[in-house]
């Protein structure tokens, strides 16, 4: 084989996903909440040809090809595209210190930024929200939601279109709307209409805080971004400006500690996108896929969203991701927890490189892995482990199933812990660290999906939008109040309180109020007598007969005239 082989070779994806410009079937993470990698069964076809190309590549003498430096469009950094070094597997040696390195050496200041703890303890839920949606965010919502409604408008309409009657946005505004939007996540009715009706069983209280009509013309017009603006082949473009807005307000309030987590999250959408996204194993299976960086109690310090078109060549789109995320938190010492899609010995080698751990479960048919360990068959509560001469140890454990990790900074060191039946038993203390690190964003997701306002008619951009600002952002509101008031307050409490602030919801009281005809400003048709109009000859019969009033009852929030009145409250009573 000569070079160029060789290459190609090495270059190969170890079952990665490269993403096209066609609907993607993204092979997603762990097929069950354990974080249980996949079995190597269905990989015994192929183990004659990945042994012989094993085999060739073990022969040729470990010359490192030229490096390529490759320059990432989406993000600020370089990711230096080397060639894959070659591991040699032995047994565990723990007398050897492979990772010269501590954490936060310097004793740098890490966690909530100082200064929210001396200005912000005893602050509302609304105060921790202002951190991120702060008059930056809304002055780029009501100047984008008004351009784009002028757009519309310069557009040929129907004579009764609803958009005949915009009126200019503002700040107070957008935060009412965004707050009723909340509090249609927290209750959840079958329709948007649903929350103004009259009749029926429905009584949602929304319709005092904002007219239908309004409501609806809001949620069609509300943008992030200009599109005249729009850059070619760009597919982020229509909320790059709000999200790269709200990243730098994370990173300003959280810097993060020794662990880190990176996962993914969906946000629901079935419409026609070229880069919607197939998750077999999650709740919602179609939609925007997230890659989210997690820290304590969940909270998110930067996100990025996957528009496709990742691949460089020569290296796997998991671990291009993993250091796009984590450029900035590097050379300090930290611990990276990843699930089995992202990690690999080539993630594990590029880590260590700059001082950063990587902790994680494995797939069987990654490349350089130790083919001694996920071979062997064992029984129930065996171990087998080796060591590279790296310092990466790949250890399988026999649970219910097999359970396969990676990890740069244990052993195959055994912890004796208590099952839920109370019971003795052992496990890795590889498993236990990457449980509590992995906990930081099944945190996360798990509260995402509480009381979700999404829609199935919204667009896409305005769904991701609307997560970002109402989920995303509300649940890092929700962990700095926590932790600045030390209180342990839950995300439907913190919730209803943000609505309250938002919407101007004030407490009323139980005082009953009383039927009586009240004059009403302008003059409306009788409500009892449109119905019996509306029987007798139809709708357009009822409209142009029909009396009108300008009496209403306050109680029923009816146009009565005189008789009706009387008469439809004769009846109540008896």
């Not at 009259?198 to 949620?219: A, N, Q, T």
């Not at 629901?268 to 960086?293: A, C, D, E």
């Not at 129930?380 to 250890?395: N, T, W």
């Amino acid at each position: 084989m000569d070079d160029f082989e060789i290459e190609n070779i090495l270059n190969m994806s170890d079952d990665d996903v490269y993403s096209t410009d066609e609907f993607s079937e993204f092979d997603d993470t762990d097929a069950d909440e354990d974080y249980f990698p996949e079995g190597i069964e269905h990989l015994q076809n192929n183990s004659e040809s990945e042994a012989s190309i094993t085999d060739e590549i073990a022969t040729i003498s470990r010359q490192q090809i030229q490096s390529d430096q490759v320059s990432t469009p989406n993000a600020s950094i370089n990711i230096q595209q080397t060639n894959q070094n070659v591991a040699i597997w032995g047994t565990i040696n723990t007398t050897v210190n492979y990772s010269n390195f501590a954490y936060n050496s310097t004793r740098e200041t890490v966690g909530i930024n100082p200064d929210i703890y001396e200005t912000m303890h005893g602050g509302s839920p609304w105060e921790f929200l202002s951190l991120f949606l702060d008059n930056e965010v809304f002055n780029l919502i009501v100047t984008e939601t008004n351009r784009y409604a002028g757009q519309l408008l310069s557009t040929p309409l129907r004579r009764h279109s609803r958009l005949n009657a915009w009126k200019e946005t503002n700040a107070a505004e957008i935060k009412q709307f965004l707050g009723i939007i909340m509090w249609m996540g927290l209750e959840h009715l079958p329709t948007i209409q649903n929350y103004w009706a009259k009749k029926g069983i429905y009584s949602s209280k929304i319709s005092k805080y904002m007219k239908v009509k309004r409501f609806e013309l809001l949620l069609r017009t509300f943008h992030v971004s200009n599109n005249h603006e729009c850059p070619p082949g760009d597919r982020l473009f229509k909320v790059r400006g709000l999200v790269d807005l709200l990243v730098s307000k994370y990173k300003r309030a959280y810097i993060p500690e020794e662990s880190l987590c990176i996962d993914e999250s969906v946000i629901p959408f079935i419409g026609r996108l070229s880069f919607r996204q197939y998750l077999k194993n999650k709740r919602h299976r179609y939609g925007v896929k997230i890659f989210k960086l997690c820290v304590h109690d969940g909270f998110t310090v930067d996100f990025r969203i996957y528009a496709g078109k990742e691949a460089v060549q020569g290296l796997e789109v998991s671990t291009k991701i993993v250091m796009e995320l984590t450029h900035e938190y590097l050379n300090f010492g930290r611990t990276i927890y990843t699930d089995n899609w992202y990690t690999s010995v080539n993630l594990a080698h590029k880590l260590l490189e700059q001082n950063t751990h990587l902790v994680g479960t494995l797939r069987a048919n990654r490349k350089q892995n130790p083919k001694d360990v996920v071979q062997k068959k064992l029984k129930k509560g065996q171990v087998i482990a080796q060591q590279s001469d790296r310092g990466i140890v790949v250890l399988k454990w026999k649970d219910k199933r097999d359970v396969l990790m990676l990890s740069t900074k244990h052993s195959d060191t055994m912890i004796e812990t208590i099952n839920k039946r109370g019971q003795t038993t052992k496990k890795p203390e590889i498993v236990i660290d990457y449980n509590k690190g992995k906990a930081l964003v099944d945190i996360c997701d798990q509260r995402s999906s509480y009381h979700s306002p999404l829609r199935k008619s919204m667009k896409w951009y305005r769904k991701v939008a609307i997560e970002i600002i109402l989920s995303t952002s509300v649940l890092n509101a929700m962990c700095l109040y926590n932790k600045v008031n030390k209180t342990k307050i839950g995300i439907t409490e913190f919730k209803e309180m943000l609505v309250k602030d938002m919407c101007g919801v004030y407490e009323e009281t139980n005082k009953e109020v009383e039927h009586k005809l009240s004059k009403s400003g302008k003059r409306t048709r009788c409500v009892k007598c449109y119905d019996e109009m509306v029987k007798q000859g139809g709708r357009k019969h009822a409209q142009r007969i029909t009396k009108q009033s300008n009496y209403w009852c306050a109680a029923c929030q009816k146009v009565y005239c005189i008789e009706c009145f009387f008469d439809d409250h004769r009846v109540r009573a008896k």
